[in-house]
């Protein structure tokens, strides 16, 4: 079975903190993602990245960042974590445009 | 206007009851998904098609490509199907690799 794994369920941060977000998958997917997840938004894509060290902005970068050192790992970066950050955030892998996404459990991070 | 929409927001039915739940979308697409997210908050694949139908269980998926509408049923439905039910697509432009999703159907299933 395909495992993409948060650090993550919940996390409770402080404004300002700066905050990590972990995903690894186990299948060597080419493909990672971020996203977020709020009430009547759905989900929106914040980066993706196709390889090791190469990333894309997604829809709503701002505020954020990523890093891909390795390939089977993708951080999510709040640099100066706001209130408006407090959501869900999942992480997604995929191997090439038209296979399956496999998503991980979700972050729920509340930012206080 | 999002370019995936789904129908309805809400679905409450009693337990047996088919249900239906339904996704437009305005993109040209390669392929769409059929996701689902139990109250935990993980999201698992239910189906990944680009034409036809696929049936998995009680879990049939139907997506008309030149309608651009997709359809989830379930059979026979039952409480542990309540979930919140999500429609994906993957744009079919070359080198698109970002999956579009729409809002959601959030199911309750009665006893």
């Known amino acids: 079975d395909v495992k993409v794994t948060q650090s993550s369920r919940y996390l409770v941060k402080r404004t300002g903190e700066k905050v990590f977000l972990e995903c690894v998958q186990d299948m060597d997917h080419e493909n990672m993602f971020w996203y977020r997840q709020d009430p009547g938004l759905g989900l929106r894509l914040i980066y993706f990245s196709y390889d090791v060290k190469m990333k894309e902005k997604g829809d709503i970068p701002e505020g954020y960042s990523v890093s891909r050192e390795k390939k089977e790992r993708f951080s999510l970066i709040l640099e100066s974590a706001s209130t408006n950050q407090t959501s869900m955030y999942l992480c997604?892998?995929?191997?090439?445009?038209?296979?399956?996404?496999?998503f991980g459990q979700g972050t729920r991070l509340t930012v206080v | 206007k999002n370019e995936v929409e789904q129908s309805p927001q809400n679905l409450t039915a009693q337990e047996g009851e088919f249900i239906t739940i339904n996704c437009s979308y305005s993109v040209g697409i390669s392929a769409l998904h059929w996701l689902q997210q139990h109250p935990g908050g993980g999201i698992v694949s239910l189906f990944m098609l680009s034409s036809g139908k696929k049936k998995h269980g009680r879990l049939i998926a139907t997506i008309n490509i030149q309608e651009k509408h997709s359809s989830l049923h379930i059979t026979a439905s039952h409480p542990r199907d309540s979930a919140v039910y999500i429609c994906a697509v993957i744009g079919s432009n070359f080198g698109n690799e970002k999956l579009t999703f729409g809002t959601g159907t959030r199911l309750t299933i009665i006893p």
């Open positions: 997604a892998s995929r191997d090439g445009a038209d296979t399956e996404a496999f």
